[in-house]
């Protein structure tokens, strides 16, 4: 492979981005923040996929002044090089999302010029390593801005601007922003699931949360118990065994295999384009289906956990009670039997809950949830889909009491949370990019409409010239430089 193929793909792109310029004039009226501080139209809070496809799709409509915030540092926001144990990605390698549909852009134009054809050509899914160095690659080359190693730990909302409270190796500070969107993955509306009988009946060091900073070295030559039945789980499982476990035993309450994946069947235009304009019996009756399923984990997954020897899958087992007994984990489940370990890994999924995230600890009283919004028939409840919030149109919270907090419309979601409301969007790649546009088509309306007058204003009293010719035109004998000018040209 040339050594130049990647600053031959990054002059296509620039080239790419050049022609489709149209329309490029900054068009966004500037807002003036307290005491003359600079006003940001957006500011966007995590630099994963999600947040970069974003700020990438805000940028394409003349909207740039926009900063985005990530805790991490670069390389490691979102899951893929932190608490995301598969080689590769879920999803197949030809799903696009942050390109916006702009070739050059694409993970797979990426990855043909910095790995090859024959690579690209050979894999079926990217792996997931790759796919974190594609999202730094195309930050880079969408100039998108991007504030690493900072935390925006609150927001404080106002009238017309609102103060995001962020902290960063120099300390806290206060940037200001007419628009704020929450971007914080799977877990960012909510909390990793420990059971009670876990956290009730054990020291906090003899388990783990899949989600965890795991040392797994550490783990060498330990029997461990992992309850869970999705991906995650055999991730764990198998990272386990693959640094040294002597044995690895998971748990889940199924009584057989999960084989079906439901979120497949999602994956057209016409359920990801139009899903959220349903009325809420559907789209609540369409993710009451869908989500208590979860996602079984994908064949290589399953394979890589189940070739070890010392792996054993106990079905329809869940765990009832435990304790310590000489130091050991001592597990009594469903099916009567007792087991014993070293030490639990506890991959049983989400919770979404708006009350345990502090940066909209301000705010979460306010917002509504589908609770508030929809009583679902009595054979269709479900209490912890009722829990997510109901968002707009556009991903904007929703007030739980009309008139008691008019700032939620500046403000989104566009995490794992907004599932029942949008679909698939806030932390999966197949719906990503028709929700960033969808969000950023909300945000560019509203700071349009916001400052119509001022627009009305410019136009009328526009006064570019499109001719540099004398005005009013005299044809004839006076201009005789015009008059043969109109003769040509009849």
């Not at 966004?28 to 799709?57: K, M, N, R, S, W």
């Amino acid at each position: 492979m040339p050594k130049d193929a990647l600053a031959k793909l990054e002059s296509r792109v620039r080239a790419d981005l050049y022609m489709i310029r149209f329309p490029d004039r900054q068009w966004v009226i500037p807002t003036e923040g307290p005491e003359d501080q600079h006003v940001y139209d957006v500011v966007i809070v995590g630099a994963g996929h999600c947040g970069l496809t974003l700020a990438f799709a805000l940028q394409r409509r003349g909207i740039t002044n926009i900063q985005v915030f990530d805790a991490e540092e670069p390389g490691r926001q979102g899951p893929w090089t932190t608490y995301g144990r598969m080689l590769t990605l879920r999803s197949p390698k030809h799903f696009n999302g942050p390109d916006l549909d702009i070739p050059s852009l694409t993970c797979e134009a990426w990855y043909r010029a910095r790995y090859g054809d024959e690579s690209w050509d050979t894999i079926e899914k990217i792996p997931k390593e790759h796919w974190q160095e594609y999202l730094l690659w195309f930050q880079r080359v969408t100039s998108i801005p991007v504030s690493y190693r900072t935390r925006v730990t609150s927001v404080l909302p106002a009238q017309r601007t609102h103060e995001v409270e962020v902290e960063s190796a120099s300390g806290p500070d206060r940037v200001y922003a007419r628009k704020i969107v929450f971007a914080t993955g799977a877990d960012g509306s909510g909390h990793w699931n420990v059971p009670a009988t876990v956290r009730d009946s054990l020291p906090a060091e003899r388990y783990n949360q899949a989600a965890d900073d795991i040392d797994f070295s550490a783990l060498a030559g330990r029997r461990i118990g992992i309850l869970g039945g999705g991906a995650s789980a055999y991730d764990n499982a198998a990272t386990a065994l693959e640094q040294g476990a002597a044995s690895v035993d998971l748990f889940f309450r199924r009584p057989e295999l999960h084989r079906v994946n439901p979120h497949k069947w999602t994956e057209f235009s016409g359920f990801l384009d139009h899903f959220r304009d349903l009325p809420d019996e559907w789209r609540w009756r369409f993710m009451r289906h869908i989500l208590p399923l979860n996602e079984p984990p994908p064949p290589e997954t399953f394979k890589r956990a189940t070739r070890h020897p010392n792996f054993s899958l106990h079905l329809g087992s869940t765990w009832e009670s435990m304790r310590l007994v000489d130091n050991k984990i001592e597990i009594h489940t469903s099916r009567d039997a007792k087991h014993y370990f070293d030490h639990l890994i506890i991959a049983v999924g989400l919770a979404q809950d708006l009350r345990v995230r502090p940066e909209i600890r301000n705010l979460q009283p306010y917002i509504a949830r589908w609770a508030d919004k929809y009583t679902p028939p009595a054979g269709e409840r479900h209490e912890g889909m009722s829990q997510f919030p109901y968002l707009g149109p556009n991903f904007e919270y929703v007030e739980r009491a009309p008139g008691a907090a008019p700032y939620l419309s500046d403000i989104y979601n566009f995490t794992a949370a907004a599932t029942v409301s949008h679909g698939p969007s806030g932390a999966s790649i197949n719906g990503m990019k028709q929700a960033a546009h969808r969000i950023a088509d909300g945000i560019s309306r509203d700071l349009f409409i916001s400052s119509i007058a001022q627009h009305y204003e410019d136009l009328r009293v526009f006064a570019v010239p499109e001719m540099d010719v004398p005005w009013p035109p005299m044809i004839g004998n006076d201009h005789p430089e015009l008059s043969m000018s109109a003769a040509k040209n009849t």
